[in-house]
Nanobody, 128 residues
């Protein structure tokens, strides 16, 4: 059974840091494209960052230079390191996965409909 479980969210002051984790099970982690999304109350789910099978990464402009997506294939875990957090970063954060073994190794997915596997989310609140 494929499962994604996020953790690491919490309350942090502006300017602070958090590292989110997404533990994956039930599939060959390294064969998948993966991404992070976030959704604030009353808003649409927005793409935050994506990583390809070859390790290529891409970020939304709003987080570029502050967030880093990474994965550890040996641990089947995806990470999102978030630095210099702002109140507008407050949201529920979700990881997502989609098989990419038939795609080029550099292929990135940045839109929610292309992902078929989602975690339950972890809440991040940035407030003083």
């Amino acid at each position: 059974q494929v499962q994604l479980v996020e953790s690491g969210g919490g309350l942090v002051q502006p300017g602070g840091s958090l590292r989110l984790s997404c533990a994956a099970s039930g599939y060959t982690f390294s064969a998948y494209c993966m991404g992070w999304f976030r959704q604030a109350p009353g808003k649409e789910r927005d793409w935050v960052a994506a990583i390809a099978r070859d390790g290529s990464t891409h970020y939304a402009d709003s987080v570029k230079g502050r967030f880093t997506i990474a994965q550890n294939n040996a641990k089947n875990t995806l990470y999102l390191q978030m630095n210099r957090l702002k109140p507008e970063d407050s949201a529920m954060y979700y990881c997502a996965a989609e098989p990419c073994d038939t795609r080029p190794s550099w292929y990135l997915i940045m839109t929610p409909p292309e992902y078929n596997m989602w975690g339950q989310g972890t809440r991040v609140t940035v407030s003083s």
